[in-house]
C-alpha cells in the first residue's frame, strides 16, 4: 500500500505546470499591457535623466548673460524660416538677456521635479499616517477625519499664495541660501495641504483589512500594534499609494508651476519651469517658444505621470485586472 | 432633506470659524511688518502709533474677535440697510438703520467695518465690486463643461474602446495634465493675436444695453470660461464614463431591456440618472482646486475678480483684505460642497440623512 495515488486521467496535468509567478511579476506582466502606462513610464524616466544627467553634458551656466547672443531662436526654426537667427550654439534660442534656453529648460526641469518628488513623498507619509492612525485606531478616526474634511475645504491655492509670500524672508535666513528656504518652504506647504486624498483612501482600506483573520491571528500571536501596522497593514495597502503617489505627483509638479507662474515662487534668477513660462508670456507673439517648450514640458511630463497612475491602478486592482 | 440642510449649515460655522482661525494665524505668524513700507524718517514713536491706529498693539484673540465681529455682525448690517434702501428687489421694505458709521459728530456707540489698508475704502465693498466676475466665470466654465462633459462621458462608456472612447479618453487626459496657465496663453496668442477673433483682455467696465453689446460680452468671456471648463470637463467625463461603466454592468439595465424598453430610455433615463449621482461628489471634491484655477485665469486674463484681487493685495501685504479674501474663498467651497451633498440627496432617494 505504499505506491502513490494517482489522479485519474481527467485531472492529470498533461504539461508540466507554469513556474509560479510572484505578486510583482503578476503585476508587471499587467502594467505591460497597458500602452500609454509604458510610454508614460518611460517618458517620464526621460525626463528624470534628463534634468539629472543633461546638466553634466551639457554643461551651459543657465545663468550666464550673453548679450551678443540674445533673442536666438531654436534650432528647429530654421526648418521653415531660413532667416530666422539659430546657432548650434544655443539648440533651443536663447532669451531676451542672452541666456541658454536649453541649459535653463534643464535646470528648471531639475527644481520643477525635485519639488514634485519631494512635496509628493512628504503628503505621502502624512496621508498613510493618517490614514493608518485613523483606520486603525479607533478613537482618532472621528479627530482625524474631521481633521481630513476641514482640509478638504481649505482654499488651497490662497492659502499656499499666502504662507509662500508671507514666509519667504525668515526661511531665507535660516536655510542660507533663498533656494534653499524656499524649496523647503514650497515642498512643506504643498505636502501639508495635499495628503487629504491618500489618508481617506488608506483609511478605508485598513477599516477592511483590520477585520480580516490574519490580523486576528497576529494579534493572538502577541503581536504589538506597532507591529500589525508595519508588518501586515501597510504591504497591503501599498498599491492605493502607490498610485495616490503617481497623482500627487502631478499635482505637486502643477502647484509648484502655478506658485512660480504667478511670481510667489523660487527668486527671479533661479529658474523654474513655471516661471520661464511666466517670463515668457510677455514676448510670446515674436517668439512663442519661450511659452510652448516650457509649457509643453510641464504637459507632457504631467500627462506622462497620469498615464503612469492609470496603469498602476489597473495592474494593482485585482478587481480592474484583465478586463 | 430640510433638517439635514439646516444641520449642514449650522455645523458649518465651527468650520468657517476654524478655518478663519487657520487663515488668521498664518497671518499673525507671518514676520512681514506692515510698516516696512513707512519712510525711515518716520520717527519711531509715530510708527508705533500708527501700528496701535491699526489695532496691531492688541494681543491676537483680541484682533481675530475683532475681526469676526466686523465681518460676521457688522458687515451683514451694512448689507441689510443697503438692502432695503437702495437694492432692486427689497428696497419696497421700510429702510433699516441699523449700521451707525463712526466719524466726526457720531455720539455713541459706532460701527467699524474692516478696512483695506491699501484703499482705505472698506474690504466688502471692493469685494462686492469684485466677485461677480469670478462667480460669473465659475459658473458658466460649470456650466459648458457639464454639458460638453456628460454626452462625452455617456457615449464613451456606451461604446467602450471604440475610436470615440479612445480619443475620447486621451483628450481628457490632455485636459487634465495641460495646466491652465499654459492653455490661457496658448489661446491668446492663437485665437487674439493669429486670428483675432476674441480680446485678450477681459473689460469689466463694458455694460450690456443691446444685443451688440451682448455679443462683445460674449466674445470676452469666451476664452476664459473655456480655459476653467477645459480642466472641468476633463474630470467630470473621466468620471462619468467610469460610473456609466459600472451602472451599465447592473442587473437592472439587463431587467430593462428585457422588458423590451428602447435602447435610448435604457441608456438615458435609467443608466444616466444613477450615474449622474456619483458624478455629483466628483464635482464638490474638485471645487477647492477650481477655484484655485480661477485665480490663474484671472490672472491670465486680467479679469478683476476676487482672484486677481487676491494677488494684489497679497503683494502689496494689505493682511485686512488678504484675510477676507482667503475666507471668502473658503466660505464658498464650504457652501458648494454642501450643495452637493443636499443634491446628492436629492437625486438618490436611497440616502437618507437622518
Known sequence: MTDEIQAIEALQDNQPLKPHRSQWSEVWLQFRQHKGAMIGGGFLLFITLAVVVGPILWDVDPGKLDIRSKNIRPIYTALWNSEAKVDWAHPFGSDNLGRDYLANMLAGGRTSMAVGWAAMLLSLFLGAAIGVLAGYFKHLDGMLMRLTDLFLSLPILPLLLVAVTLFRQPLRVIFGTPEMGMFVLIVSVIGITSWMHTARIVRGDVLALKEREFVLAARSAGTTSRGIILRHLLPNVISPIVVSATFGLATAIITESSLSFLGVGFPSDFPTWGKMLADGVMRMTEYPELVMLPGIAISLTVLAVNFLGDGLRDALDPRIRGR | ?354
Open chain 2, 1 to 354: 432633506m430640510l433638517t439635514y440642510t439646516i444641520r449642514r449649515l449650522i455645523l458649518s460655522v465651527p468650520v468657517l470659524l476654524f478655518i478663519a482661525l487657520i487663515i488668521f494665524m498664518l497671518l499673525q505668524l507671518a514676520p512681514g511688518d506692515p510698516m516696512a513700507q513707512v519712510p525711515l524718517t518716520v520717527p519711531p514713536e509715530v510708527k508705533e502709533k500708527m501700528r496701535e491706529a491699526l489695532g496691531l498693539g492688541a494681543p491676537w484673540y483680541v484682533q481675530f474677535w475683532k475681526w469676526l465681529v466686523q465681518m460676521l455682525w457688522i458687515e451683514p448690517k451694512v448689507f441689510l440697510d443697503w438692502l432695503t434702501t437702495s437694492s432692486a428687489w427689497f428696497s419696497w421694505l421700510p429702510d433699516t438703520n441699523v449700521y451707525t458709521a463712526c466719524g466726526a459728530g457720531v455720539e455713541g456707540p459706532c460701527d467699524l467695518r474692516v478696512i483695506s489698508w491699501q484703499t482705505r475704502s472698506p474690504v466688502m465693498d471692493i469685494v462686492i465690486q469684485r466677485l461677480p466676475q469670478t462667480l460669473w466665470v465659475v459658473g458658466l466654465a460649470y456650466v459648458v463643461a457639464f454639458f460638453i462633459a456628460i454626452p462625452i462621458g455617456i457615449y464613451s462608456a456606451y461604446k467602450q474602446y471604440s475610436a470615440f472612447d479612445q480619443t475620447g479618453t486621451f483628450i481628457t487626459m490632455i485636459g487634465f495634465s495641460v495646466p491652465p496657465f499654459f492653455t490661457g496663453p496658448l489661446l491668446i496668442v492663437i485665437f487674439s493675436v493669429y486670428l483675432g477673433w476674441f480680446p485678450s483682455i477681459y473689460d469689466t467696465t463694458h455694460t450690456i444695453n443691446n444685443w451688440d453689446d451682448l455679443v462683445i460680452q460674449i466674445k470676452q468671456m469666451i476664452m476664459p470660461v473655456m480655459v476653467l471648463a477645459l480642466q472641468i470637463t476633463a474630470q467630470i467625463s473621466r468620471f462619468m464614463r467610469a460610473s456609466m461603466l459600472d451602472n451599465l454592468k447592473q442587473d437592472y439595465v439587463r431587467t430593462a431591456r428585457a422588458k423590451g424598453l428602447p435602447e435610448r430610455v435604457v441608456v438615458l433615463v435609467h443608466v444616466l440618472r444613477n450615474s449622474l449621482i456619483a458624478v455629483v461628489t466628483v464635482i464638490a471634491l474638485a471645487i477647492p482646486g477650481i477655484f484655485g484655477g480661477s485665480i490663474i485665469t484671472e490672472r491670465v486674463f486680467k479679469v478683476n475678480g476676487i482672484g486677481d484681487l487676491l494677488i494684489g493685495s497679497l503683494f502689496a501685504s494689505d493682511m485686512p483684505m488678504v484675510m477676507t479674501l482667503t475666507f471668502i474663498f473658503a466660505f464658498l467651497i464650504v457652501m458648494a460642497n454642501i450643495i452637493a451633498d443636499v443634491l446628492y440627496g436629492v437625486l438618490d432617494p436611497r440616502i437618507r440623512y437622518d
